[in-house]
């Protein structure tokens, strides 16, 4: 006797196959609970129905190589595990290789895909079952003989498959999630040898000639994966679906998430991650990172709460090297118009920059340092770098009394300079950064400052890596206060509850004209 047809299921099975958004919505709601957000943005199109056109279009072999350039956030990565899943769900033989910057990313996304998968509602709607013996989150196998494996974008590829061959219909492929890490892409080795893998092994897994590859990310370098794509360069001609943060208009692609007043803001703050990440345009490399006219010049001297020094010791005095550099900085409460804003900012107070024997490091350090004894703040620390020079200048100051001395590590997990220099601009564009306007070392700062690019094709740092410290220690990780100061902070805060408080009696008695509010 005939199995009989459950209609409901039918329907509600054939619905989710013919659309990747509805598939989505479906399962992202099945999966976490939670409602999956379809952008609304004004004047445009939602980035999730463009998106998932782009990938419907790959299902259905139009288009065997796609490039889906979005910004963060967008949810690039759900979209490219539901694709995944979605093609299981009429082609459960298909065979992909998911392929992220790292491995651990790469298989935090098939977990998620085995999530859907392996659920009952997606086992009774499709008839799809998990192979039993496959139980990793990283590679896995339908019973129907399909696969699913995670790979690093920079490992070893070789040996496994994406797609079937001789067949004319969908049968898997391969999926590269942010192939590049936002701060390894200003390293040319590190970016260069993710296209070199591309090139010379991740391309030749696909195992037909109908076999697609879908690159979905954000642009991070102007000489990246998506410029090695669309540049001409790849054997293979690519589509390219190019979605900007902000359009010509002014309308934000995904104002649930990232409404246009932010993006103005990061536009301002951080132009070079707007422009890559946001804007998929990044910009050339060897542009400067700083601009002169983010630096505040004072025409009085702030009142700074602390002090403090920041120093980069060079290991020779030859011209053509980074000299040693000893900065000084004061930490104060930034006013506008005579009010308190509640935000720190750093004064740069003075700054020398030398070129001198490691064996004259202590006897000029000493004497940069009597200067700044004389300034009505002393400083409290002093942070060097640790390197042979600096650890050296470091234990003969070990023994000086009153003043900490702060070893700075360069570690993998600091990241490079760029890095680090990418990750200043924000409070330097924020005008956090002072001088006094008169300030002897001004103008060889804030020059050097404005010379200092994306691609380290400048040819000193020095000046940079002792503003990139201080910012470190007294705006990011703001240990200036939590190790040494914790009673200037605990005023700063006390004085900036207080002055709120006064606003609010002061608008509370011009709002009822003087006289107390009257309760009923």
Not at 46 to 61: D, G, K, M, N
Request: hydrophobic fraction near 35%; include cysteine; charged fraction near 25%.
């Amino acid at each position: 006797m005939a199995t009989p047809i459950d209609h409901e299921k039918e329907t509600q099975a054939a619905k989710l196959r013919g659309s990747l958004l509805e598939f989505t919505r479906y399962f992202f709601e099945y999966i976490t609970g939670r409602q999956f957000i379809i952008s609304v943005p004004t004047c445009r199109e939602s980035h999730h129905i463009t998106c998932c056109r782009a990938l419907t279009a790959v299902r259905r072999l139009e288009v065997l190589r796609e490039i889906i350039n979005l910004p963060p956030g967008c949810g690039k990565s759900t979209l490219a595990s539901m694709w995944a899943a979605w093609g299981w769900a009429s082609y459960p033989d298909s065979n992909y290789l998911y392929i992220s910057y790292s491995h651990e990313l790469a298989a935090k996304h098939t977990a998620f895909i085995r999530s859907i998968v392996a659920s009952k509602m997606y086992r009774y709607l499709f008839d799809v079952e998990l192979d039993p013996d496959s139980r990793a989150k990283d590679a896995f196998k339908t019973t129907a003989g399909g696969s699913i494996k995670a790979f690093g974008s920079g490992g070893a590829i070789t040996g496994q498959d994406a797609g079937l061959p001789g067949l004319n219909r969908f049968t898997g492929g391969v999926i590269l999630d942010d192939a590049h890490k936002p701060d390894e892409a200003h390293s040319d080795t590190i970016r260069q040898g993710v296209i070199n893998n591309y090139d010379e092994t991740i391309r030749q897994r696909c195992r037909g000639v109908n076999v697609p590859i879908v690159y979905i990310g954000q642009r991070v370098h102007e000489a990246d994966l998506t410029d090695f794509f669309l540049s001409g360069k790849d054997v293979d001609v690519w589509h390219a679906t190019i979605l900007k943060g902000l359009d010509e208009a002014g309308n934000a692609l995904y104002p649930e998430m990232m409404p246009k007043e932010k993006l103005l803001a990061l536009q301002e703050k951080s132009p070079y991650v707007f422009a890559s990440q946001y804007q998929q345009n990044p910009l050339p490399a060897g542009g400067g990172l700083f601009k002169p006219e983010w630096f505040v010049l004072l025409d009085e001297e702030p009142l700074c709460h602390t002090t403090f020094i920041t120093a980069d010791t060079a290991e020779t005095n030859k011209s053509w090297n980074d000299a040693t550099v000893f900065s000084f900085w004061g930490v104060y409460e930034i006013e506008t118009m005579g009010r308190k804003t509640g935000e720190i900012g750093l004064h740069w107070i003075d700054c020398m920059e030398i070129r001198i024997e490691p064996k004259d490091l202590k006897e000029t350090f000493m004497d940069f340092y009597a200067n700044c004894v004389r300034y009505p703040k002393p400083p409290l620390m002093a942070a060097i770098e640790k390197k042979s020079t600096g650890v050296t200048l470091v234990s003969v100051l070990q023994e000086l009394r009153g003043m900490q001395i702060r070893q700075i590590e360069r570690t993998i997990a600091s990241g490079g300079k760029t890095q680090r220099f990418l990750e200043i601009q924000p409070f330097i564009a924020s005008k956090r950064i002072s001088f006094s306007r008169n300030a002897k070392h001004r103008e060889s700062c804030i020059s050097h400052m404005s010379k200092i690019t994306a691609n380290e094709t400048h040819r000193h740092d020095d000046i940079a890596d002792t503003l990139s410290d201080a910012i470190r220690i007294a705006l990011i990780e703001k240990t200036i206060y939590s190790n040494d100061n914790k009673e200037v902070e605990r005023k700063l805060i006390l004085e900036n509850m207080n002055q709120s408080l006064q606003r609010k009696i002061r608008a509370r008695t011009a709002l009822y004209g003087g006289h107390s509010q009257k309760t009923y």
